[in-house]
């Protein structure tokens, strides 16, 4: 059937800011939705209330709403615009939530509006643990044994009956919040009380756990006629008891005999089926016992999930992209795979290498969090890689985490303290799978690794062999190692550094010079979902040692644009908005534009927006090799955040050309020392400052330069080890531990300015004009991280003095850095003297607030300039004020009841809002300024 012709304008509801459980993934497939529905000649109006996606970005929708995502927000837009349908499904369990709200309040009703993409009345049936076991019974189909409890009491009757261990799983909660595991009589009361409060109806389900069973997820989607495909079945590594989110994942399934998949698959079409007539995407969990195959049904998710966007990038299937067609009435069999071009969507995915997903985390941030991982989930991001086999794709992962890890062990950071392991493989946190890799090094048998995880033999078995491999490298120098060995190493995925750590004595460079002497090259394979069966004209590309290169080169212009990697607080979805923005200005300048990142969640991983994708490491060894296949004109850096800018002096000592801000003037600016240096030689005011390299030296500074002082280390991410601290003491203990966690790295000792106000500026500079974008009046004083801060654009408490310091200041800094591209100065005002914090010569997280709250296009703008096509006086700029904007930080405090809320000078948002006044009487602004006055007085 075409699509309903009735439908001719659509609201998509987003996500809002990114939380833990809930994060940029929403933003890939609300963008892809959008684009897919203008397609089809329907006008597209968003709601969303982060403006740091490229979902609320005017190249997306037709209409954009920056508005809280409220009953009172969806009256508004429906008032004035002419809406047929709402499309729930692309924004996450906060989308939904927000349909079913408006839907019980009659407001679709009363506005005539259809829910297309799911059965509003089944969204209960997934949300509700009581309705979802008996619609689970009524197919046939098994669960686990449960009792539903809205009270303590009917909460310890439930617990008594089914016997322990036991699971408590609150209805209406994100990401696992408030649920968790029991394993006896001691830990019940407070788990329960916990599950009860987390749930907004005050209801949990009491369930008997089916601890070490398998864990497996099918991604499906179902159209009008009730055909449904599976696009992908994900499988964990780690057992049931781990929230999916924080769980290792691999696709495909590798321990799933054919058998139970036939059956899971009849299964979760039934379950899709029984959730009422809709067409659009399911995320269906289901847990197998290991000895029996005995399947159980976990939950099912009647929209776009986290695992969609994985499974989309797993199998270059764009399956937010079908389920928005779907939603408007096509049928699969009549859509084309929008990758090969030629077969049917109703074609299900087949995929000849393997994927593998590991979280990130930032417990670093959270200082006495509980770092045991649970059913309720703590990742904020995670990486994939693909590869041949699960050893390459694994370690291809490890090296993209951006944890100084160069794959799985063998790279000086292995743990040999046989107490530590054990305790890490009982209670899993973010380094379990280095600890397997370190307790099979250590000789521990793969049959106790196996009682103690619950993990399936074969994986074990696999690291058990990369083991092996690593000890057969370390019988070799460089000098004589066998051609077949170093394949075999590179076919498994250890990196250059690793081969080197192994045999001692040479460099990942001597290792990688070594094996270019011998041929062994890597190439690229396309990922084209339907494993070369038919001809496909894709652009995505993974790297292995196997096989022949399938990356044709072109003989046009290259830029290559560097992604940020995974997410995690201080470089999040921001950085993404910007690498996307780069890549579309690079093509609408003539070049090809390249994108290399990792993160499965983002935009710029699409399958389509840039005209070539490797999806690879954002690690020096594969971007060397990318850069030597492409021959690129020149990488972008200043998009990626601190990522992709680490990799600059790669890149000079290499030789590449850095389009932008040269290596030398980045540095200047990354370098704490050097830049205050430069300050004093422009007279421009800074904190006393001097640099350490022992907690003598900066004992010895601090005394000169005056107590409190702030402690930093440079080179650093969101705030990084910073701290404020106001005598001998502590300074001693801050440095120690900085030299602890960051080796080698220069300590800065800043005279911290007390009670000072803070402020932000952002500009472009093409080499000689400067053009300041956007300045920005903090809410918390100086010594709370700005990212951590409430922030007004334009300011409204600073005087004409401040704001005249500021601006020169900024065109000084600027033209001395030799700027080409975009800048990011921190500033303190205290006494109407304006002093500069730091500069960061890039994007910063702050630049997609700006570009939305005055509805310019900066960074398309900045990055015509960086590639030297345009100058700024060729852009008409006219931004478009309407009265302030301000940003909000969100945080996900909830999943750390413990740590220390308190804000300072590290970061510890995870995402932001936007919100806007007219003029500063508004209620909302006067709470903000009396927050602000409170502070200072303080």
């Not at 990688?512 to 002497?517: H, N």
């Amino acid at each position: 059937m075409p699509k309903d012709p009735s439908i001719k304008s659509v609201l998509i509801i987003g996500s809002g800011p990114i939380i833990i459980g809930q994060a940029c993934e929403f933003d890939y497939s609300g963008s892809q939705a959008s684009r897919s529905l203008r397609e089809e000649g329907i006008e597209v109006t968003l709601i969303n209330s982060n403006p740091a996606t490229i979902m609320t970005d005017e190249v997306t929708a037709d209409h954009i709403y920056l508005l809280p995502l409220t009953p009172e927000s969806i009256v508004q837009i429906l008032e004035e615009r002419q809406i047929d349908a709402v499309l729930p499904t692309m924004g996450g369990q906060t989308a939904l939530n927000l349909a079913k709200e408006v839907d019980e309040l009659g407001i679709w009703e009363r506005f005539g509006i259809r829910i297309i993409g799911v059965d509003i009345n089944a969204i209960e049936k997934t949300e509700n643990r009581e309705e979802f076991r008996k619609m689970m019974v009524d197919l046939g189909i098994g669960v686990a044994p449960s009792k539903i409890a809205n009270s303590f009491l009917e909460g310890k009757e439930a617990g008594q009956k089914l016997g322990f261990p036991l699971v408590i799983r609150p209805s209406y909660t994100l990401g696992g919040y408030g649920g968790g595991f029991v394993h006896d009589k001691s830990e019940f009361d407070e788990a329960l009380k916990r599950g009860l409060e987390a749930s907004p109806t005050h209801e949990v389900l009491v369930e008997k756990a089916v601890l070490g069973w398998k864990e497996y997820e099918l991604e499906l989607l179902r159209d009008a006629k009730d055909d449904i495909a599976v696009i992908c079945t994900i499988e964990n590594l780690d057992p049931m008891g781990i929230h999916t989110g924080d769980s290792i994942t691999i696709a495909p399934a590798m321990t799933l005999s054919d058998s139970t998949f036939q059956e899971m698959r009849d299964m979760a079409f039934r379950m899709m089926r029984g959730m009422g007539t809709f067409a659009g995407g399911c995320n269906v969990q289901f847990s197998v016992d290991p000895d029996t195959e005995q399947i159980i049904a976990i939950e099912i998710n009647p929209r776009v999930s986290r695992s969609s966007a994985l499974a989309s990038k797993a199998t270059g299937y764009p399956i937010a992209k079908i389920a928005a067609k779907l939603a408007i009435g096509y049928y699969l069999d009549e859509l084309k795979n929008p990758v090969t071009k030629t077969t049917s969507a109703f074609f299900e995915p087949a995929i000849d290498y393997t994927i593998v997903k590991i979280p990130r985390w930032n417990f670093e941030k959270f200082p006495g969090a509980d770092r045991k991982l649970g059913l309720q989930m703590k990742s904020v991001g995670e990486v994939m890689a693909i590869g041949r086999s699960f050893q390459e794709a694994l370690q291809k992962a490890c090296q993209s985490l951006e944890l100084k890890r160069m794959g799985l062990g063998c790279d000086g950071w292995e743990t040999r303290n046989l107490d530590v392991i054990l305790e890490s493989l009982k209670n899993a946190s973010w380094d379990r799978i280095f600890h397997i890799r370190d307790a099979i090094a250590l000789g521990v048998p793969i049959t106790s690794i196996q009682e103690i995880t619950k993990i399936d033999r074969w994986y074990l078995e696999q690291i058990y062999d990369l083991v092996k491999t690593e000890r057969e490298i370390r019988k070799y120098s460089i000098n004589n190692i066998e051609p077949k060995i170093l394949r075999i190493a590179k076919e498994k995925g250890f990196s250059d550094f690793q081969i080197a750590f192994a045999m001692g004595n040479c460099t990942e460079d001597d290792v990688y010079a070594k094996r270019k002497e011998l041929g062994i090259n890597r190439v690229y394979k396309m990922v084209d979902t339907c494993s070369a069966e038919f001809e496909s004209p894709t652009n995505y590309f993974y790297s292995t040692f196997d096989g022949e290169n399938e990356s044709v080169v072109s003989n046009k212009r290259k830029i290559l644009v560097l992604g940020s990697g995974p997410n995690r607080i201080g470089q999040g979805i921001e950085f993404d908005y910007s690498c996307v923005h780069g890549l579309l200005a690079a093509e609408e300048t003539g070049f090809e534009a390249i994108m290399v990142n990792c993160n499965p969640e983002t935009v710029s991983t699409d399958f389509d927006t840039a005209d070539k994708l490797y999806f690879e490491p954002v690690f020096w060894e594969h971007l060397r090799e990318i850069i030597e296949l492409e021959k690129p004109e020149g990488v972008i850096v200043q998009l990626g955040g601190q990522t992709a800018l680490k990799l600059a002096r790669n890149l000079h000592e290499s030789g590449i050309p850095i389009i932008g801000t040269t290596f030398p003037d980045m540095d200047l600016a990354e370098d704490r020392g050097s830049f205050s240096d430069l300050l004093k030689e422009l007279g421009i005011p800074y904190p006393q400052y001097g640099v350490a390299a022992t907690a003598f030296d900066a004992i010895e500074i601090a005394n000169e330069v005056g107590y409190p002082v702030l402690v930093r280390p440079s080179y650093v991410l969101g705030g990084q080890g910073m701290k404020i601290v106001i005598n001998d003491e502590e300074l001693q203990k801050a440095v120690i531990e900085l030299q602890g966690d960051l080796p080698g790295n220069r300590i800065l000792i800043d005279h911290f300015l007390d009670r000072a106000e803070e402020a932000e500026s952002d500009s472009i500079c093409d080499g000689e004009e400067v053009e300041i974008i956007g300045i920005m009046e903090h809410i918390e004083p100086a010594g709370i991280h700005s990212g951590d801060s409430s922030a007004v654009l334009p300011p409204f408490g600073f005087g004409p003095e401040v704001m005249s310091q500021i601006e020169e200041y900024t065109r000084k800094i600027a033209r001395a850095l030799r700027i080409k591209g975009l800048l990011n100065i921190q500033f303190a005002v205290k006494d109407n003297k304006v002093y500069v914090i730091e500069a960061n010569p890039r994007a910063s997280r702050t630049v997609p607030f700006i570009c939305k709250a005055y509805k310019v296009p900066y960074v398309n703008i900045a990055t015509k300039v960086m590639l030297g096509t345009h100058k700024l006086s060729d852009f008409n700029i006219q931004p478009q004020q309407n009265g302030y904007a301000i940003k909000k930080p969100v945080f996900s405090f909830n999943k750390f009841p413990k740590v220390n809320k308190e804000l300072g000078p590290e970061m510890k948002s995870t995402g932001e809002a936007i919100f806007f006044v007219q003029d500063l009487k508004d209620p909302y602004f006067r709470e903000l300024y009396k927050e602000k006055s409170m502070y200072l007085s303080k």
